[in-house]
Nanobody, 125 residues
């Protein structure tokens, strides 16, 4: 079982940027997909972005596409979420996850078996 630790969250003004990182306790297997989900207070967890280990195909929710970029450094077992042009609607607890979802289930939280504890992102003036 892979242990995940997120970092990089914080308070930022609208239009600002944050870079979230997720570090795995052990090397990823080629079959593992890495993903970011977020959950705002009182709302259900929603998909943000995902990336395959190799090849590094990426997928994004429509709400963040063009603003967020997911990437991975396999040598360091790290996945990063660069978040630009942040808005108050991006405020949420962001979770890193890994699993072996089929393509059609990639955006479903229940398709992932390992989760980090989350890092809070707050966008406010």
């Amino acid at each position: 079982q892979i242990q995940l630790i997120e970092s990089g969250g914080g308070l930022v003004q609208p239009g600002g940027s944050l870079r979230l990182s997720c570090v795995a306790s052990e090397p990823f297997t080629s079959s593992h997909t890495m993903a970011w989900f977020r959950q705002a207070s009182g709302k259900e967890r929603e998909f943000v972005a995902a990336i395959f280990r190799s090849p590094s195909n990426t997928y994004y929710s429509s709400s963040v596409k063009g603003r967020f970029t997911i990437s991975r450094n396999n040598a360091r077992d790290t996945v990063t979420l660069q978040m630009n042009s942040l808005t108050p609607e991006d405020t949420a607890l962001y979770y890193c996850a890994t699993g072996r979802p089929i393509l059609s289930s990639m955006r479903r939280a229940d398709a992932y078996g390992s989760w980090g504890q989350g890092t809070q992102v707050t966008v406010s003036s």
